[in-house]
């Protein structure tokens, strides 16, 4: 699964994974959105930072997706072991059929889920199923 993808919401359909500034937001995407929109919820999966059994997502200008204070946040990489930790997804079974859940890596109950449009970590339930989508940008 490297390379790019757009991660659609399963419960909320035509919203995706995406960023508002620096702060992970699920935005709605559809066929007037703008070139901006489609690229904010468009990623590049890498190996993941801290375990190449997972994996990192990355946007386009280079920084990544990464937990923090319990929200998802885009940062510029760092070297330390906490920042890859935070930065590294990987992939389980998601609550809907067809979907996946994005659990932080080294944080067991700890997912990538939305309430609302803001996107932050919290247990697995439908908020925190995607489906994964070619890219949109």
């Known amino acids: ?11 909320v359909s035509g919203s995706f994974v995406g960023a ?23 990623f590049v999966v890498v190996s993941g930072l ?4 997972c994996f990192s ?3 386009a200008d280079g920084r990544y997706l990464r937990r923090s204070a319990e929200r998802l946040r885009l940062s510029e990489a760092e070297r330390s072991d906490r920042f890859r930790s935070d930065a590294t997804l990987c ?27 803001v996107i ?3 247990p697995l339930d439908v908020s925190g199923a995607f489906l994964v989508r070619r890219p949109l940008a």
């Open 1 to 11: 699964m490297l390379g790019p993808v757009s991660l659609e919401s399963a419960d």
């Open 20 to 42: 508002s500034g620096d702060v992970g937001a699920l935005i709605a995407v559809g066929p007037s959105s703008s070139a901006a929109d489609r690229r904010a919820a468009t």
């Open 50 to 53: 801290a375990d190449p059994e």
């Open 57 to 59: 997502l990355r946007t």
């Open 91 to 117: 992939a389980r079974h998601g609550a809907v059929p067809q979907s996946i859940a994005l659990q932080f890596f080294g944080r067991p109950g700890s997912f990538v889920r939305h309430e609302g449009d």
């Open 120 to 122: 932050l970590a919290g």
